[in-house]
């Protein structure tokens, strides 16, 4: 909640992440995502910038996991 600056969970809870990633941000996002279901693998930490629930902007370092959820490939972003 801190970081997001949100008021409660309930405003960040059922969001798809990419809505959180910067503009500038997104097509590297989303590749990563890609990437990481198809090859299967864990991948580097790189830079990102998430939009706060106030609009501004965070640096976060993320890191891309390969997860199975519901029986469906899917990626976990720490």
Known sequence: LTL??????ESL???AVIEFVHP????L???RMK??????KVLPIVQEQFIRS???TVDV???SIPIS??????????
């Open 13 to 15: 809870i059922g969001r």
């Open 29 to 31: 996002v989303i590749e």
């Open 35 to 40: 990437q990481s279901v198809q090859e299967g």
């Open 69 to 78: 959820f519901d029986k469906q490939p899917a990626v976990q972003l720490i």
């Open 4 to 9: 997001m600056r949100a008021e409660d969970k």
């Open 24 to 27: 500038d941000c997104r097509d």
């Open 54 to 56: 106030d609009g501004t």
């Open 61 to 63: 370092e993320v890191k």
